[in-house]
């Protein structure tokens, strides 16, 4: 992700990003979190943008690592905010998660009054070229609905954009795609669970986290089990 950021491949639509958080902040001063940071540069941009002081939160060591050294000015954790953001009630006044997981309840607890949640999410579209390579087909999905859902209680909608851009990648800058999204190749198995076939659709990478109790998990050609 970092090679990409500093080559500008995604500058337009993160600059178009950061500028619609800008028109949407509540406040010009205190803090905003940045749950899913990376390694930092979108945090980065958004805290410039708004004026807002930076604090980010990631679950990967090696991505907050980066982040720190990058960008010493900033406060950044080491945290799984799916589970629990680990601040203060009404501690921020913006909370971001840019192409990132998501936590409602924990996002609503550590907003102040009047604060504001920014979530972007890919658009239908997103790579459907490269996922068609790799894929061998793409579908499309409206991402953004399935936000407002998940938002319906405890938050009000004042806005939605959509931002495109096209560019065009040599082989290098496709494969750090290709490894910095779960969008760009998938592995699918089916398991059994509590007496249930299930089909378990991951990120190709090096691992997935699985969370049950006398769970089997077969991943190619390999199972793994346990609690």
Known sequence: RRRLVDKGIEGNVVAE??????????????????????????????SVATGLEPVGVDLSTAAVDRAARRYPAATWI??????????????????????????????????GDGGVCLIVVPGEDDLAELREVVLG??????????????LAEGYELIGRRSIRDRVRLE?????????????????????????????LGVPAGPYVEVEAAGARVPVLAQTVSGD
């Open 171 to 199: 082989r290098d800058a496709i494969d750090d795609v290709l490894a910095s999204t779960y969008r760009g190749a998938r592995v699918t198995e089916r398991l059994t669970a509590a007496g249930e076939d299930v089909e």
């Open 78 to 111: 080491v945290a799984n905010a799916d589970r629990e953001v680990p601040f203060p009630d009404a501690t921020f006044v913006m909370v971001t998660s840019v192409v990132a997981r998501r936590n409602p309840l924990e996002f609503r607890r550590v907003l």
């Open 17 to 46: 990003i950061a500028a619609f958080a800008a028109r949407v902040a509540p406040a010009r001063t205190g803090f905003l979190l940045d749950a899913g940071c990376g390694e930092g540069s979108v945090t980065t941009l958004l």
């Open 137 to 150: 087909a793409t579908s499309r999905r409206d991402r953004g609905a399935t936000v407002e859902a998940e």
